[in-house]
């Protein structure tokens, strides 16, 4: 009675969620990357040992579950995307969507035919697989790491947009090897940009009704998150029926669509996706870790290690060296880049809907190619993750500690406040469109911006996010309380203050 208890789907899901959230707050008061903790929990906890969490007892419900955390997750990364600092970018996160998505494909389907001596049905899969790196690692790194700035943007972009690419890659070349009647180039080609316009037309329409609907305020209070919370899951699912797998881009789509609307709900939001999206994350890492069988991945043996060390060493090198070829970028900000490039979620995802599909199909070497994808996922995210931060100080890539002040306002309170924090050693800016008083703040040894205080070029420009504090000391006191939202809602970090009106509350 008591092993079969643990067949219960619901008992599964419950334990996967328990579990996968745990896990990280075990993972950050270790200091460790979360995805690499609860890796070793789902396998500790799965049918391999434990036999807790049994994943197969979910049936036919796993698929329509994944999609639906793994729209949440992209709706979170889109959402955290802003067209403004993509632009400063643009050349170099194409370049990585675009000629490093080849770059990756070709190279591990080589060593997967080289190494692993796979049939080259089996090695163009898993070059398919492994193109994606992933927001639900990329992003929690960098801030674990604290790399500079153009850095984390270009890092974070890239595992964004290339799970759109690279899973719709994927996905029609699965169908190639399962219909080979459809297997022509220029057919697969089609597909995957059919695909990925579908997804693109579809996130657009839905994020662009609920951008509509924040501006407008036309969602009552407190109705906000769940609307923001359907239309992501409903972007997914829709474009999914439209055109298989064509999700994923419409949940990224929606995501920036509705992250570059300027509204007040906006912070409220991110909080709340950025929490279903740590639950989501923790849940299917759980369920898919404990879904790979520990025998397959042993039986890769040294040559699964070989290929695994191709695409840190070989492949991904060659991948930045041409997409920032070029460009601004530093030999040190390429070398670190270069370094890191875990697999994430959407990699595990698309693996196990691929064993699956093959054994249907009647293809052998599923379940293999399942355990290569998730050892390359398990050791970049380990040895990556522990030795990012490590690196980045090496090659001095990390950003500076946050230190000094901003201050919005440069009349007579806001520059004695100013001189005095300056006088006792700190860095102190102050930003005021009124161009006498920032004169008056230059003539008294200030540094003084005379523009738009609630601009986020203007805020980039004084340096906010490295910021320890920014103070908003203008007489209006709404105009305090809108610089403060500003910089919660793009320049995390800083802490806030404002000057209050004592009238304003009676």
């Not at 370049?95 to 049939?119: D, K, N, P, S, Y």
């Not at 924090?421 to 003084?448: F, K, M």
Request: proline residues 3%; hydrophobic residues 55%; charged residues 15%.
């Amino acid at each position: 009675m008591s092993g079969t208890i643990f067949e219960r789907p619901e008992l599964c899901l419950a334990l996967a969620m328990l579990v996968g959230v745990v896990a990280q707050i075990g993972a950050r008061h270790a200091g460790v990357p979360g995805i690499v903790v609860l890796l070793a929990a789902g396998v500790l906890l799965g049918p391999d040992a434990a036999n807790v969490i049994r994943p197969q007892s979910l049936g036919a419900a796993r698929p329509a579950l994944i999609g639906f955390a793994v729209a949440v997750i992209l709706f979170e990364g889109g959402l955290n995307l802003k067209l403004k600092v993509l632009r400063a970018q643009a050349l170099v996160i194409r370049r990585l969507v675009t000629v490093g998505a080849v770059v990756t494909a070709a190279g591990a389907m080589l060593a997967a035919r080289l190494v692993m001596a796979w049939t080259w049905t089996l090695s163009i899969l898993f070059g398919t697989l492994v193109i994606v790196t992933g927001p639900t690692v990329i992003a929690p790194l960098m801030r674990r790491i604290g790399a500079k700035a153009r850095l984390a943007t270009i890092l974070e972009a890239e595992g964004v947009f290339i799970d759109a690419i690279g899973a719709t890659i994927a996905i029609v070349a699965l169908e190639v090897v399962v219909e080979p009647s459809h297997g022509l180039v220029g057919t697969a080609v089609g597909g995957s940009l059919g695909r990925l316009g579908v997804g693109a037309l579809v996130g657009l329409a839905c994020g662009a009704g609920l951008a509509l609907a924040l501006t407008r305020r036309l969602v009552p209070e407190g109705l906000t998150n769940v609307l923001a919370f359907g239309t992501a899951v409903g972007a997914y699912q829709l474009s999914s029926a439209l055109a298989a797998e064509s999700g994923i881009a419409a949940a990224i789509v929606a995501g920036l669509v509705v992250g570059n609307v300027q509204s007040r709900e906006l912070a409220d939001l991110a909080s709340f996706k950025e929490q279903l999206s740590v639950l989501f994350i923790g849940t299917l890492f759980i369920l898919l870790a404990a879904a790979v069988r520990m025998s397959h991945v042993l039986a890769l043996g040294w040559p699964g290690l070989g290929v695994v060390a191709i695409l840190i060493f070989v492949v991904r090198p060659l991948n930045v060296a041409l997409s920032a070829w070029r460009t601004d970028l530093t030999v040190r900000e390429r070398l670190f880049m270069a370094w890191v490039a875990p697999r994430g979620i959407v990699a595990a995802a698309v693996a196990s809907v691929f064993a699956v599909d093959l054994h249907d199909a009647g293809v052998e070497g599923g379940p293999q190619l399942e355990a290569l994808v998730f050892l390359v996922i398990a050791i970049t995210v380990t040895l990556q993750g522990l030795s990012g931060r490590l690196v980045g100080r090496l090659l001095r890539v990390l950003r500076e500690p946050r230190a000094g002040y901003l201050v919005l306002g440069a009349n007579a309170l806001a520059r004695h406040l100013a001189t005095s924090l300056r006088d006792a050693g700190e860095q102190v800016a102050v930003i005021d469109t009124n161009g006498d008083a920032c004169e008056r703040a230059r003539a008294a040894g200030l540094d003084a911006f005379c523009a738009n205080g609630l601009d986020p070029d203007v805020l980039g420009e004084a340096q906010a996010a490295q910021r320890a504090h920014c103070i908003g000391l203008t007489p209006t006191e709404s105009v305090n309380c809108l610089f403060a939202r500003r910089l919660k809602d793009d320049f995390r970090g800083p802490t806030l203050h404002v000057a209050l009106d004592e009238r304003e509350g009676g």
